[in-house]
């Protein structure tokens, strides 16, 4: 990195000092001003870190104005037309794309890692009948550090990794199984003969009275879900595994607290968000009523799957799942639904209204996916259980990353106080 300085002055009494500017690779530059309290004696106020960089990172680089979207440097159009989801994990953990003999490696050590132990599988028993898959995932995924104790000395490398190998490898099996339980059927063991996407499948559906064979067209759609999810950088969830980790925590407990952030409307639930809205709506001659809704200024009301923080002018993501949207409807046939001429038809608005224009607020990657998952059957409270499996390689990378990273300090946010001054107690007889 190169080295810049800006200064800063303080108009109030003319004290100043200047400010190292750090050069990302690419990107917009940064100024280091761990430094500002004790020069100048004051903090920065950022909620929603919307300019401050918490970390650096060599994993994935986003510029949301142009929609670009790297992951390791690589385009994700190019990964999402010609790599999978576990070659792109083994890229986001170890900074290459792997050899052959590398990658055959990395999926028969994988496939090892698929089965949860057997005690926990008690704990799906225990939760209430109708409870939300995301929050079994939250439970039985912090649990796991209870039964994993020989890979949680976070001080060694090996612990580290063999860590991050389970958790890839476990999500699914626990994902299938919070999704079963509820509905009265076996937990089915993974099966080695499936990739890690139709592994997914045959866990969620298949049964064990019958042979298992995986739907081709939606295999294709999950894996491209899968990669187009795998990391985002520094997003609310990714945030939250560092924030938990830089504490010391375990990796599984970690996880649990990133599964927690997802689960969010604001974040990965939101593709769970769009179905539930689009069956509200459930005819496309309601739609002007529910966009006049979201333009209200008076109203909280949103459209859900619109707008990002990041991409301003296009989600390169979006764009990639659109196409295999509208393939997938096609193949599979689905016409004349009201729920998916509600979505084209607000697809359409939303492109053309200037409210949506001046905004660039065009539909992001959770609309999109939430229709592919729709029209694939997969229950809806799965939706975000599926966002939060993808995203666990970009997880336990940023975590190992994070790890690694002789900068990195406990988390520890400033504020800016804004309550009572100092007082003193009062007698509760005399108050
Ligand atoms: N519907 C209607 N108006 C909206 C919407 C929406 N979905 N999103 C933003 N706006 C308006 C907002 O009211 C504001 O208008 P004005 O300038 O007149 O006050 C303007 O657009 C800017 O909004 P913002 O709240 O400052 O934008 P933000 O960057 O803080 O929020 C967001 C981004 C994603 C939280 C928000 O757009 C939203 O709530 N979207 C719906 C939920 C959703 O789809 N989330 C998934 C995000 S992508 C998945 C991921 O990467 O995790």
């Given at each position: 990195m190169s080295k810049n300085t800006v200064t800063i002055t303080d108009n109030r009494n003319g004290n100043k000092a200047d400010f190292d500017i750090l050069d990302p690779s690419i990107g917009s530059s940064t100024i280091d001003i761990r430094s500002l309290h004790s020069e100048l004696g004051l903090f920065t106020y950022d909620p929603g870190f919307q300019a401050t960089a918490s970390c650096k990172s060599d994993i994935t680089f986003i510029d949301g104005d142009k929609g670009i979207l790297l992951y390791r440097g690589y385009p994700i159009e190019q990964l999402a037309e010609h790599s999978n989801y576990l070659e792109t994990s083994y890229l986001l953990m170890y900074g290459e794309l792997p050899t052959q003999t590398e990658y055959q490696d990395f999926i028969s050590l994988i496939k090892k890692h698929t089965m949860v132990h057997e005690g926990v599988k008690q704990f799906f028993d225990g939760f209430h009948h109708d409870a939300h898959p995301m929050a079994i995932m939250v439970g039985v995924v912090g649990a796991l550090s209870a039964f994993y104790h020989d890979s949680l000395d976070i001080e060694d490398p090996r612990h580290r990794e063999i860590s991050a190998h389970r958790l890839l490898a476990k999500m699914p099996t626990i994902a299938a199984y919070s999704h079963r339980r509820a509905h009265g059927l076996p937990l089915l063991y993974p099966k080695n003969e499936f990739n890690f996407i139709e592994n997914f499948m045959y866990m969620m559906f298949g049964m064990p009275t019958e042979e298992y064979v995986p739907n081709p067209i939606a295999v294709h759609a999950m894996r491209l879900i899968f990669i187009l999810h795998a990391d985002h950088e520094q997003n609310a969830s990714t945030s939250t595994v560092r924030l938990a980790s830089s504490s010391g925590a375990n990796p599984f407990a970690c996880i649990s607290a990133g599964i927690a952030s997802l689960w969010g409307p604001a974040h990965g639930g939101a593709n769970e968000a769009v179905i539930n809205m689009l069956e509200e709506i459930n005819d496309p001659k309601e739609i002007p009523k529910y966009?006049?809704?979201?333009?209200?200024?008076?109203?909280?009301?949103?459209?859900?799957?619109?707008?990002?923080?990041?991409?301003?002018?296009?989600?390169?993501?979006?764009?990639?799942?659109?196409?295999?949207?509208?393939?997938?409807?096609?193949?599979?046939?689905?016409?004349?639904?009201?729920?998916?001429?509600?979505?084209?038809?607000?697809?359409?608005?939303?492109?053309?209204?200037?409210?949506?224009?001046?905004?660039?607020?065009?539909?992001?990657?959770?609309?999109?996916?939430?229709?592919?998952?729709?029209?694939?059957?997969?229950?809806?409270?799965?939706?975000?259980?599926?966002?939060?499996?993808?995203?666990?390689?970009g997880w336990i990378s940023q975590w190992m990353e994070m790890m690694e990273d002789t900068e990195q300090r406990i988390g520890r946010p400033r504020q800016i106080y804004t309550g009572a001054t100092t007082r003193d107690y009062v007698n509760r007889s005399q108050r």
């Open positions: 966009v006049e809704r979201a333009k209200d200024k008076n109203d909280s009301y949103r459209l859900m799957g619109f707008g990002h923080r990041i991409y301003k002018n296009y989600d390169p993501r979006a764009k990639i799942i659109r196409e295999a949207c509208i393939e997938l409807l096609d193949d599979l046939n689905i016409n004349n639904t009201p729920l998916f001429d509600a979505a084209r038809e607000l697809e359409r608005i939303a492109l053309e209204d200037d409210y949506f224009l001046e905004r660039n607020l065009y539909p992001n990657v959770d609309f999109y996916s939430g229709i592919i998952l729709k029209a694939l059957n997969m229950p809806l409270n799965m939706f975000t259980v599926i966002f939060a499996m993808a995203r666990t390689a």
